[in-house]
């Protein structure tokens, strides 16, 4: 019943003020009604990422532009900078940084540079302005000494032993804006900050999945296969050499005499 009294003054209010614009959102029928003819058109490009790409990703469509909206930001530019990351959502730190130097109550970020390159004690400090009352806000020092303690550099793979000086950045610009502004990145973390934080899977775990994997690769048939009859080979019998010996002079046999004719009658 409240939907449909809320549908109702949705619709005298456009009715009454053609210039009136409907948010995409929970908050009233019209919203999300158009949070979902949004979500089609979105789950439909190839343009998005996989993750919002299908029939099977409406639902992904709907909370990114959701969340889009609260952000006052693109959806298509939400969609482009938010990963999946060993299952759990987070945004780019580009993004993040771009967020905040756009949501127009402080300048854009600043970083100093702090200790000796090439040594645990170099770091980056981020730091920025409050346009209102002109105070300089300053986050947390972030240094390579950091990284190693925390064992973000000692990962496969890490970023942070060929670009330090651009994780150092990334990492300070990131825990500035979740001190000083924590609303504009929603709880999320950044994607590099949870490939950091997440232990690295043992070599036997993933050997006990790739051996699932394939075991189920292939289709089992439960028939046995007929034995094939095996001849039985006759067991090889050796023959000794026969000596041949010389041959022996025929022997003589006395020729029989005749029987003498009887009278004639």
């Known amino acids: 019943m409240a ?26 029928l019209a919203g999300f009604t158009l949070m979902q003819r949004m979500a ?14 299908g029939e099977q990703n409406f639902g992904n469509c709907v909370i990114a532009i959701e969340m889009a909206t609260r952000m006052h930001v693109s959806p298509l530019m939400l969609m482009q900078n938010m990963y999946i990351v060993y299952g759990n959502p987070a945004f780019s730190s580009k993004f993040l940084i ?6 127009g109550r402080y300048t854009s970020i600043k970083y100093k540079e702090t200790g000796k ?11 920025t302005t409050e346009k209102t009352t002109g105070e300089i806000i300053t986050g947390p020092e972030i240094t390579i000494g ?16 060929t670009m330090p000086e651009q994780m150092l950045r990334y990492r300070a610009a990131a825990f500035l804006i979740r001190t000083t502004a924590p609303e504009l990145s929603m709880g999320y973390q950044t994607d590099d900050e949870i490939i950091d934080i997440t232990p690295e899977q043992k070599p036997i775990n993933a050997a006990r999945r ?19 009859a095996i001849e039985k080979q006759p067991a090889a019998v050796k023959v000794a ?19 003498p004719a009887g009278p004639a009658f």
Not at 7 to 22: I, L, N, R
């Open 146 to 161: 950091m990284a190693d303690a925390e064992g973000w550099s000692k990962k496969s793979g890490s970023k942070w032993k």
């Open 210 to 228: 790739e051996i699932k994997e394939q075991a189920n690769a292939e289709v089992f048939d439960p028939a046995p296969a007929e034995p094939k």
């Open 117 to 127: 390159k090439g040594t645990s004690s170099q770091g980056c400090v981020a730091y």
């Open 40 to 53: 089609k058109v979105f789950c439909y490009s190839a343009i998005v990422p996989e993750t919002f790409r």
């Open 3 to 28: 939907n449909e009294v809320q549908a109702v003054k949705d619709q005298a209010m456009v009715d009454t003020d053609p210039e009136a614009m409907v948010t995409p959102g929970f908050t009233s």
């Open 241 to 259: 050499p026969v000596k041949q010996e010389a041959p022996k002079e025929a022997e003589k046999v006395p020729a029989k005499k005749a029987a």
């Open 98 to 103: 771009s967020t905040f130097n756009a949501c």
